[in-house]
């Protein structure tokens, strides 16, 4: 009998653990635009508006995560005078937008801050990631987990992530916390190839809550390669929240002629609202829609839509010098198939196909915003020659509206690229993206983080306007 | 980047598509495309809103929005 009980008790394990499924999102039981987790929900107290910092961590492994790391500690170690204070420019951070890797070192530092600095190369940095989520393929026990059609291999990284890298903490911590820097995690709605951020303004069009979602799960979507690792699915409860649609996108969808962009960030928004026909969003890595991560900060750079405008608050005269620092972790594309007459296999096509776009999009993401600060920065000098002409030929006389608000850019792109020794830069141009590098690998990457933000000339005019020190 | 003067016969806070973005008198950079513009409180303007799709403006030529006491 008692064998009989043994047999049985081993027969509903089984079952349990063949059902097994990752808790899905939580639905919103009510819309409240001013609750969760979006920018004005963080405060400023310690950070001021008027000189905003962005960063743009890109995608790349380990690499890219190691390279937004030694980013980090240069602002940390880079004093600055502002606003009749000296503060370390680390803490002026605003906003960090990441992708892949690089959402990590943006989670991690969002949740720990400091703490970063003690511990993260112990765990993450230095460890062999990959390898750990390697044996977990190994366990029986998740062989059968991995068995039900509910849970698959992404789930598995998750809840690796959750328990030894983000010890469980959800978004409601970061709401807690109540401080900036903001982060944008980004992954990639796999059937509409668009951005999709892990903010409550996101979140809002599926009315699910994003407090309770783990960090962890954020991350792993961000980074969820293709074929690699599968999905991760969200549930859309869209309808049962009472959403109110934000006025802009009305207004976008009458701008199919003049402003295609935005009218298709409309069409992609309406899209979520209609939970009938898409009840699920499949989110892969962010790096199949922006490998850089910038594509975010450069929309609330330019435009009034969205839960973050800097545009906005540029208007309302609170922004006045916008530094921005874009950690591109890009390599080498592959080459060696270039070499040989036979076509390249299915592995190479697969990993071609979902890298190297990524990399040509990125360039034109990068190339998008330095033409956008050039047009800005020549807008507000028309204006002034104007100001000027009129004031030589009609003394007293003013242009109408007054001052165009003066906004200082520091763009910095930093890249392996930039590396003046070939040697030098052929070793970082073709390290693997994996989550394994040697650890005295990712001490040089921190070193060059350091010495490329050093010699960019959008640090160092800072330093220069500010009047600090590195 | 498109350019907006909001006109009013005093200083208020403008909102543009319901979300607070500048003041009025002053010259505003907007995206391109169809915004709602309004006055922050008190109701003592007209109209009550102004709906405009802002394009081919420059800084030195900016779109005029103007709102009257009522």
């Known amino acids: 009998m008692k064998k009989h009980n043994n047999w049985f008790l081993l027969f509903i394990c089984l079952c349990c653990i063949g059902c097994a499924s990752y808790p899905t999102n939580s639905k919103l039981d009510h819309f409240d635009k001013s609750s969760g987790y979006r920018f004005q929900n963080l405060s400023s107290s310690d950070n001021t508006d008027s000189l905003f910092v962005i960063l743009a961590f890109s995608g790349g492994g380990t690499r890219a995560a190691a390279f937004s790391y030694g980013v980090l500690e240069k602002l940390r170690d880079t004093t600055i005078n502002w606003k009749g204070k000296s503060r370390r420019l680390l803490d002026e951070v605003d906003v960090i937008s990441a992708v892949s890797g690089g959402s990590f070192t943006a989670a991690y530092y969002a949740l720990y801050h400091d703490d970063i600095f003690k511990d993260y190369e112990s765990r993450f940095l230095k460890k062999n990631i990959k390898r750990e989520l390697k044996l977990l393929l190994f366990s029986p026990i998740n062989w059968l987990r991995l068995a039900s059609p509910t849970f698959d291999r992404i789930d598995l990284a998750t809840e690796y992530y959750d328990n030894h890298i983000f010890d469980h903490h959800t978004f409601i911590d970061l709401v807690s916390k109540g401080r900036r820097p903001y982060i944008l995690i980004n992954a990639t709605d796999m059937s509409q190839g668009s951005r999709f951020e892990f903010t409550q303004d996101q979140f809002d069009l599926i009315c699910s809550d994003l407090s309770a979602l783990p960090i962890a799960r954020s991350v792993a979507a961000s980074s969820a390669f293709p074929v690699l690792l599968s999905p991760i699915t969200l549930k859309n409860f869209a309808g049962g929240c009472s959403y109110q649609e934000p006025e802009w996108l009305e207004n976008a969808l009458l701008d199919r002629d003049v402003a295609a962009r935005r009218f298709n960030e409309a069409v992609l928004q309406r899209s979520y609202m209609d939970s009938n026909d898409r009840p699920y969003v499949h989110l892969i890595d962010g790096g199949i829609a922006d490998n850089i991560g910038l594509r975010g900060p450069l929309h609330a750079l330019l435009s009034l839509d969205g839960g973050l405008s800097i545009l906005r608050m540029i208007n309302m005269q609170k922004v006045e010098k916008v530094l921005i620092i874009i950690v591109n972790a890009r390599t080498n594309p592959d080459t060696t198939m270039d070499k040989c007459s036979i076509s390249p296999g299915l592995k190479d096509v697969l990993m071609n196909v979902a890298s190297v776009p990524m990399d040509n999009y990125s360039f034109d993401t990068i190339e998008l915003f330095v033409q956008s600060s050039k047009q800005w920065e020549k807008d507000y000098q028309a204006r002034k020659d104007c100001e000027h002409q009129l004031e030589t030929k009609c003394p007293g006389a003013e242009l109408p509206g007054g001052q165009l608000v003066k906004v200082d850019f520091y763009p910095i792109v930093i890249g392996f690229e930039s590396l003046d020794d070939v040697n030098e830069r052929e070793f970082f141009k073709n390290l693997p993206t994996s989550f394994n590098l040697p650890p005295e690998t990712i001490d040089r990457i921190r070193g060059i983080a350091h010495r490329l933000i050093s010699a960019s000339n959008g640090y160092q005019k800072l330093l220069r306007d500010l009047n600090s020190v590195p | ?70």
Do not use: C
């Open chain 2, 1 to 70: 980047m498109e350019y907006v003067i909001v006109w009013f016969h005093e200083s208020r806070t403008v909102l543009i598509d319901g979300e607070e973005s500048g003041t009025t008198n002053r010259i505003l950079r907007v995206d391109e495309g169809t915004h709602t513009f309004r006055l922050a409180d008190p109701q003592d303007y007209k109209p009550t809103r102004r709906r405009v799709k802002v394009t081919q403006t420059n800084s030195v030529k900016p779109m005029e929005v103007t709102f009257e006491k009522a």
